[in-house]
């Protein structure tokens, strides 16, 4: 039996959902800044959460939800690199705070959901060191202006993915390929992931602090040594140097290694790794979409293609790192979705049980969802059951972990609503809640939604069980 206080919920984050990009006082971020010199599509309007975060919150309460996860938008709450507070985007997150207390949904707190202020990223962005600082004052504000009401924070939701796609892939902003710019930036960020568990531990917060990881558990395809070796660097370039630092407050030396034949490490202080070993999270949330099959690298040089096209470039998606390993998109038991995402449930229920082998820390499924094309244009609301199957596996897989002695303590459906998804624009849908994006932002819910809500009030009871 399930523990009653298991945190059922949905998730978003600020730049995907909100809109209202130049209301309320609010700065660009550098989102705003790549989309709209890039002529992208945008997230200006996002989902009209902004206007909308007290419909979308009782949808919620209806929909059974026991928790919501968001996040802030450092460019709403902090006006200038001097940390000028904007009063106006203090309010909105205590109205969305409130709103969400009045409806007995417990706010999940995410402090950085990739929106930095355009204004660092003017300065280097997360590569330089006084963005690292700037991030620890950011939070002390919303530590005390939100303290009282909220309970559990995220420092970082996906620093990997954040920065390999913005320094290494290239296909989010500031959209380069710099090894030495990702080095840095990771470290920075994990270094201001301490800082920030310090100040909160400093602050005597009433309440627990994570990090929030893109989890990628690592299959290999045979058992053979050369597998095991590339399996435990593709673990280190996927996972390790995000969970080994913000957990055991250890980096991953054989990583470190590596990297110090080629690039240049000595921006890393003795007294940041003391940080970093002091200062270890709560707890870990981790976004589950897929595993990651690896096999051992070849030939050929470092190639990193994300599908962020969908159907009309499926199968497009390549991942070679050089020396390191070779990531397989098609294997022929599997099923991907047309963004080249595998289908793989019981890679949710292994990545658990490792992660709470090696780990020992309560965790959170902070996301885990499945995108697909819908038309919610009619006046029948979508039928999605596609996605309810797949929830059902996932939630199965869930389940059986904690039957097996994991510490799961909540999950969060990705997303509330459909939203703006990245490089993949609105077109790729993921909400248990369809937005009519043309159509006045109209919610209608999914069958999904309502699938959903027997789910939490029934604590679990009515998942079919495998
Ligand atoms: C996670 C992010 O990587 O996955 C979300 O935390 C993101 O912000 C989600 O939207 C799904 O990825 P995508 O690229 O399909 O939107």
Redesign the pocket.
């Known amino acids: 039996m399930l523990d009653k206080n298991f945190l059922w919920g949905t998730?978003t984050?600020s730049y995907?959902c909100e809109g209202g990009w130049n209301e309320g006082g609010r700065v660009p971020s550098l989102w705003d800044e790549y989309l709209h010199k890039n002529n992208l599509e945008n997230g200006d309007n996002a989902s009209d959460h902004y206007h909308r975060y007290k419909e979308d919150i009782r949808l919620m309460k209806e929909g059974g939800h026991k928790a919501y996860r968001f996040s802030l938008a450092w460019p709403r709450i902090i006006k200038n690199r001097e940390g000028d507070v904007n009063q106006e985007g203090i309010q909105f997150y205590h109205n969305i705070i409130d709103e969400c207390l009045k409806n007995g949904i417990e706010p999940f707190v995410t402090l950085f959901?990739?929106d930095l202020p355009q204004y660092w990223e003017d300065k280097g962005g997360w590569a330089e060191r006084e963005v690292c600082d700037a991030f620890v004052r950011y939070a002390q504000v919303c530590f005390e202006e939100y303290g009282n009401k909220v309970t559990f924070w995220s420092t970082f939701?996906?620093p990997r993915?954040y920065v390999f796609s913005g320094y290494k892939i290239g296909n989010y902003p500031p959209g380069v390929d710099d090894t030495q710019k990702t080095i840095q930036a990771s470290f920075y960020m994990m270094l201001a992931n301490a800082l920030t568990v310090r100040l909160f531990r400093e602050m005597k917060m009433d309440g627990q602090i994570g990090i929030?990881h893109?989890y990628a558990p690592i299959f290999g395809v045979d058992n053979s040594l050369e597998t095991k070796i590339a399996m435990r660097k593709a673990d280190n370039y996927f996972n390790n140097w995000i969970l080994d630092t913000a957990i055991k407050g250890e980096i991953p030396i054989d990583m470190l290694s590596i990297l110090n034949e080629k690039y240049d490490l000595c921006f890393m202080k003795v007294e940041d790794f003391e940080a970093i070993k002091q200062n270890t999270v709560d707890f870990v949330g981790l976004?589950y979409?897929a595993r990651a099959l690896i096999k051992p690298y070849t030939d050929g040089e470092t190639i990193l293609r994300i599908n962020?096209k969908g159907k009309e470039a499926k199968g497009s998606s390549k991942v070679v790192v050089k020396g390191w390993f070779e990531q397989v998109f098609d294997n022929p038991d599997s099923t991907y979705t047309e963004?080249d995402?595998e289908i793989y449930p019981q890679g949710l229920y292994e990545g658990i049980m490792q992660a709470y082998k090696k780990y020992g820390i309560p965790i959170y499924i902070t996301?885990n969802?499945v995108?697909f094309y819908e038309d919610v244009s009619g006046e029948k609301s979508v039928d999605d059951q596609g996605r309810i199957h797949f929830l059902n596996a996932h939630i199965d897989a869930i389940l059986r972990a904690i039957e097996d002695g994991a510490d799961v303590l909540g999950y969060f459906i990705?997303?509330t609503m459909d939203?703006y998804?990245?490089?993949?624009g609105h077109e790729?849908r993921?909400g248990l809640v369809g937005i009519d994006f043309e159509n006045n932002f109209e919610r209608k819910p999914k069958s999904s939604f309502y699938w959903y809500k027997k789910v939490c009030e029934s604590n679990g009871a009515t998942i079919e069980r495998s």
């Open positions: 998730a984050a995907q959901h990739w939701n996906e993915y929030v893109s976004n979409y962020n963004w995402t996301e969802g995108a990705w997303s939203l998804s990245w490089k993949n790729k993921y």
